[in-house]
């Protein structure tokens, strides 16, 4: 086995990204998963991604690829609660707030990107991190082990360890169900966020259909997938109240919640990205989007670099990060922790927080811009 000067951990979309990002520059890559080749390509999420990630995939040749579905208008509301706040694409001057796009989908244009670029790619095999030998990755299969010495290490395995101490775990007692729901009149490409005492739920427009994450405590999540499906809709309907009229839901799927950050995502020839750097709750959508905004800022440091797990390079490389990736964050935790429960103060407030975006528009695109680019297109 040939031994490349990067090796990526997780041939998610963060590490297929990351690896795209890095071909044709001076470092030979490789890709490892534990799972077969093309395994993400059957992720039942639904992601929306920020108008910023649509430029990097359309760098890596990947967006012209994909099925989406533009966002042109986001309606942000609570149950039981006044104030309501509209994002409208027509204040931007773009083609959509955002685009809407099946993770599996994603990973299969990434995935067919991959082979086109001839990127070698190791699969059915466990990878760990030596932590003595900087850059040394032991991978394990079935009928063999191997040793790889690389310049770079990239740790894109999609998970943590709670009990590592380098994690920060903030547990949200939440998780997501998600499921396709279909709806009686056609939805003109308005994204709708609820925010309900149980927590967030959202509908995206997704080709003709919406995509819903419906988050609540883990014994009502599965108390939903135990219904039958015309239960589960008047559930889903009574959360979101009468703006939207569904008429049909698909099987469900769930998600356990938390936030986890590392709290230093490089260490000696190594980086963490993606979801191994920080996974974040879904309500603002902005757990990929992140990740890629990482990958682009790495890419270029390596790309740049003679030896890429220099501890400058690295270093460079966090520095780079550190507002947007704290900033996003801090955002998506306050989000979830200010809208997740049913204190009177704290709903009237919420209220007058949706009201005071909806009738400032510098308040409402300083918001708008945010999420579509990161802390990077603050003024
Ligand atoms: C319900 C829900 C909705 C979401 N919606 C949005 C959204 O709207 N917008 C958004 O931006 N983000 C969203 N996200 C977040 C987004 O899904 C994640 O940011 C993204 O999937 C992370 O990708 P990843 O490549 O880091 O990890 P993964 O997709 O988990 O990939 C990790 C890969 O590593 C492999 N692996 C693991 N361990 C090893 C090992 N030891 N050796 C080798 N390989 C290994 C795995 O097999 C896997 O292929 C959502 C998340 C959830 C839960």
Redesign the pocket.
């Known amino acids: 086995m040939k031994t490349p000067d990067i090796a990526i951990?997780?041939?998610?979309?963060?590490?297929m990204a990351l690896a795209l990002a890095l071909h044709g520059g001076p470092h030979t890559v490789t890709l490892?998963?534990?799972?077969g080749r093309g395994?993400?390509r059957k992720?039942p999420?639904?992601?929306?991604?920020a108008h910023g990630?649509r430029l990097t995939l359309e760098r890596l040749g990947v967006w012209g690829h994909l099925p989406t579905t533009p966002i042109r208008h986001i309606h942000i509301s609570q149950q039981d609660g006044f104030g309501r706040t509209q994002l409208n694409e027509s204040d931007y001057a773009l083609d959509g707030l955002g685009h809407v796009v099946r993770?599996g989908d994603l990973a299969a244009a990434l995935d067919d990107a991959i082979t086109a670029a001839s990127i070698p790619v190791i699969d059915h095999?466990?990878?760990?991190v030596d932590p003595e030998l900087h850059g040394r990755v032991q991978l394990r299969r079935t009928d063999a082990t191997d040793t790889l010495d690389c310049q770079l290490v990239v740790c894109?395995?999609?998970?943590m360890r709670a009990d590592d101490p380098a994690i920060r775990v903030r547990d949200y007692g939440q998780h997501?169900v998600?499921c396709m729901a279909t709806p009686a009149v056609a939805h003109g490409n308005t994204a709708y966020e609820r925010f309900t005492p149980n927590g967030p739920v959202a509908l995206?427009p997704c080709g003709t259909d919406f995509a819903v994450?419906h988050t609540a405590a883990p014994e009502q999540a599965e108390a939903w997938l135990a219904l039958d499906d015309t239960a589960y809709l008047a559930e889903l309907q009574q959360a979101f109240g009468h703006r939207v009229k569904l008429i049909g839901v698909s099987p469900r799927e769930r998600?356990p919640?938390q936030l986890r950050v590392r709290h230093t995502p490089v260490a000696n020839r190594q980086v963490w990205?993606?979801?191994?750097a920080q996974t974040?709750h879904?309500v603002a959508?902005?757990?990929?989007?992140?990740?890629l905004r990482d990958v682009w800022a790495l890419a270029r440091r390596l790309n740049a670099a003679t030896d890429p797990g220099d501890a400058q390079v690295l270093s460079a490389y966090l520095r780079d990060r550190r507002l947007d990736r704290a900033s996003t964050v801090g955002f998506t935790d306050t989000l979830v922790r200010l809208f997740s429960n049913d204190l009177p103060p704290l709903r009237g407030l919420r209220g007058l927080g949706l009201l005071a975006l909806d009738l400032a528009p510098p308040l409402r695109h300083f918001v708008a811009k945010r999420m579509m680019f990161g802390a990077r297109a603050w003024p």
Request: hydrophobic fraction near 50%; charged fraction near 15%; avoid cysteine.
């Open positions: 951990i997780g041939a998610g979309p963060v590490g490892i998963d534990a799972r395994a993400s992720d999420r639904v992601l929306a991604l990630t993770a095999s466990e990878a760990d894109a395995e999609g998970g997501a998600i995206l994450v998600f919640l990205l993606g979801n191994a974040l879904p959508g902005q757990g990929l989007n992140l990740a």
